[in-house]
């Protein structure tokens, strides 16, 4: 071949040439005429492969920037494994594998068929139409975020949110910041740095993703003066330790653990009175945001945030994304002296939320004051209010959609799911689970094909079969769960 070969006919050669023979003898396509004894070096130019139809489809499908970057990695890479020989086909088959994973976006849409209704590591709560609308409103353009529109003048940030939250839960002030761990810091900087803050050892817990108790009150300049014992705390531990440097006491929803047995601890109503005796703030930390009473749909009981502010709390900080079901948040309600100082303190500018999470927030809020009872648009309540003859008539119509014939036994049985989100973890919750025993594969390798498909599918694997709990599955979502399942096994589509 000589040198003027255009890269078609080179690419015609290189398909002649099968792929693992020996690259060499083309040698008119490399980029340097020298050295042509290095294996590694014989790799074909970037402009010549370019010019490939193999590469001008991908040009066609692909921004050129990244189809050069691909490719110069393929090359890289041949070249790093110092390959004796190229083949065309399987060069661009990587290329295009590559394409693909750079292309295919980083947070992917899960069906959740675990059963466990705040999940964390599935973006914990979905959240309702009219917060998605809001939020998509808001993203648009321009909002009046800082600015009254009646007056004319910058204005307050969250004051629709604070309305909102002061009817709920009977608190006098309220506000927002980036989650529910930075409500706990912006709290314990803003009424008790430099000061002494008393918790109970039945309390210093951690939270996961690395939030413990006794490094956060470190972090907000405060020291820990632990009371009582891991099961028992009395009224008395506390009253013992207050002395002159005491700022606050922290209560702390032990979420995700409990102490059964031989335990006693102390209620916020009877540590009310005793704060305020030695002029102290009395801090919540009770993390779910359950804001209506989770008896009355079924769900296992909850205190709620007006519950604590009724029993004399100062200051209660919850999650937005746990049960309360927005976005992600940390929220703070209490009394107006306290919330002014977190308003006030520098770290508040730092944790505060943007103008997306407030419209989201503000949309979920309104459903909770506008509801009767429990908002069931919420779609984490709305989940968590399902009756099972609910779940039983839906697991139904998964199972038939399903069709999986002689590939796979399916059938419908009990199930048990959780609110999560470290709410209620000791109480599961009656479901109903389709479950599937492929017969042409393991278990575990249809649930890998389902966590990778498009949407991705999570359920869980019990005693080699695949449980899709429906508790956690949108009406409109069991059609696409059940093509996830008939894609993975391979059935016809
Ligand atoms: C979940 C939780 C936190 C952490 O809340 P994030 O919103 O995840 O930051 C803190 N305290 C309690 C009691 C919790 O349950």
């Given at each position: 071949m000589g040198t003027g070969a255009g890269p078609r006919l080179l690419w015609m050669h290189w398909q002649r040439?099968?792929?693992?023979?020996?690259?060499?003898?083309?040698?008119?396509?490399?980029?340097?005429?020298?050295?042509?004894?290095s294996a590694r070096r014989d790799l074909p130019a970037m402009h010549r492969l370019l010019g490939t139809p193999e590469a001008l489809a991908l040009l066609g499908a692909h921004p050129r920037a990244l189809v050069v970057r691909c490719m110069r990695e393929g090359l890289a890479e041949l070249r790093r494994r110092e390959a004796a020989s190229f083949c065309g086909e399987s060069f661009f088959a990587g290329v295009a594998d590559r394409l693909r994973a750079e292309r295919t976006p980083g947070l992917r849409r899960v069906l959740n068929?675990?059963?466990?209704?705040?999940?964390t590591n599935l973006g914990r709560a979905p959240l309702a139409v009219e917060a998605v609308t809001a939020l998509v409103e808001a993203s648009r353009g321009y909002v009046n975020l800082e600015y009254d529109l009646e007056a004319g003048r910058r204005g307050g940030r969250d004051g629709a949110v604070e309305g909102l939250l002061r009817r709920i839960t009977g608190a006098q002030a309220a506000l927002a910041v980036n989650n529910n761990a930075a409500a706990v810091l912006l709290a314990l900087a803003g009424v008790a740095a430099g000061g002494e803050v008393i918790v109970s050892r039945g309390e210093l817990v951690e939270i996961g993703g690395s939030f413990r108790i006794p490094d956060i009150i470190e972090e907000s300049g405060c020291r820990l003066v632990e009371v009582g014992t891991t099961n028992k705390t009395r009224l008395a531990d506390y009253a013992h330790a207050i002395g002159p440097a005491t700022k606050a006491i922290l209560k702390v929803h032990p979420s995700n653990y409990r102490i059964v047995g031989f335990t006693a601890s102390v209620g916020l109503a009877e540590l009310a009175p005793l704060a305020r005796r030695h002029g102290l703030v009395l801090i919540e930390d009770q993390g779910s945001g359950t804001l209506v009473d989770m008896a009355g749909i079924g769900a296992p009981a909850e205190p709620t945030v007006g519950a604590s502010v009724a029993a004399g709390a100062d200051l209660v900080t919850f999650s937005g994304d746990k049960l309360l079901g927005g976005p992600q948040a940390g929220l703070v309600v209490g009394r107006a002296a306290e919330v002014g100082k977190l308003r006030h303190h520098p770290l508040y500018r730092a944790l505060r939320v943007d103008k997306l999470r407030l419209a989201a927030l503000e949309a979920t809020l309104r459903l909770y004051d506008e509801?009767?009872?429990?908002?069931?648009?919420?779609p984490a309540i709305g989940m968590l209010a399902r009756d099972e003859a609910t779940l039983e008539r839906a697991a139904a119509r998964l199972a038939g959609l399903l069709d999986l014939g002689r590939q796979a036994t399916v059938s419908v049985e009990p199930s048990v799911g959780y609110a999560g989100g470290g709410a209620m973890p000791e109480a599961p919750i009656p479901s109903r689970a389709v479950a599937v025993q492929p017969l042409t594969m393991p278990a575990d390798e249809l649930a890998r094909r389902l966590r990778l498909g498009e949407p991705a599918l999570v359920g869980r694997i019990a005693r080699g079969r695949l449980l899709l709990d429906v508790r956690t599955l949108q009406e409109a979502e069991l059609p696409e769960a059940a093509r996830a399942v008939r894609e993975a096994m391979g059935c016809a589509m």
């Open positions: 040439q099968r792929c693992g023979e020996e690259w060499a003898g083309s040698m008119d396509i490399t980029a340097s005429g020298e050295d042509r004894r068929a675990t059963g466990i209704v705040v999940h509801a009767d009872g429990a908002p069931l648009a919420v």
